[in-house]
Nanobody, 120 residues
Framework: QVQLVESGGGLVQPGGSLRLSCAAS????????MGWYRQAPGKQRELAAR???????LYADSVKGRFTISRDNAKNTLYHQMSNLKPEDTAVYYC??????????????WGQGTQVTVST
C-alpha cells in the first residue's frame, strides 16, 4: 500500500502563489508517475500536472506557464508550485501516484485532498 498526504493548501488572492506538497509513504519503491489532479465544485476531477519518475512533466493547458510540478525521490515528496493563481484555480487538489504491478496491472493511489481557494 501507498499513503499520500498533501499539505500547503489555503486561501490566496488572485495573482498570488502557493506550494503544495505530497509526502508518500508505505510501499513506494516502485512508484512511477505522480501527479496533481483538481476538482472544482460541480465539476469532474481533472489533471493539472503529472511527472514521470525520470522527471519529464506534462501540464494541462490551463496551468501551463503558471504551475510547476517537481519531485524529490530521495524525500519521497511531490511538489506543486502554483503562481499567478486565478479564481478558476479554486478546487480541491489531489495527489496521485501510480505503481506498476505484475501482469500489466497499475495500482492507483490518491491523497485525501487539500483545498485551494483563490479569492479577494
Amino acid at each position: 500500500q501507498v499513503q499520500l498526504v498533501e499539505s500547503g493548501g489555503g486561501l490566496v488572492q488572485p495573482g498570488g502563489s502557493l506550494r503544495l506538497s505530497c509526502a508518500a509513504s508505505g510501499t513506494i519503491f516502485s512508484i512511477s508517475t505522480m501527479g496533481w489532479y483538481r476538482q472544482a465544485p460541480g465539476k469532474q476531477r481533472e489533471l493539472a500536472a503529472r511527472i514521470a519518475s525520470g522527471g519529464s512533466a506534462l501540464y494541462a493547458d490551463s496551468v501551463k506557464g503558471r504551475f510547476t510540478i517537481s519531485r524529490d525521490n530521495a524525500k519521497n515528496t511531490l511538489y506543486h508550485q502554483m503562481s499567478n493563481l486565478k479564481p478558476e484555480d479554486t478546487a480541491v487538489y489531489y495527489c496521485h501516484a501510480e505503481r506498476p504491478e505484475r501482469f500489466g496491472v497499475v495500482s492507483n493511489y490518491w491523497g485525501q485532498g487539500t483545498q485551494v481557494t483563490v479569492s479577494t
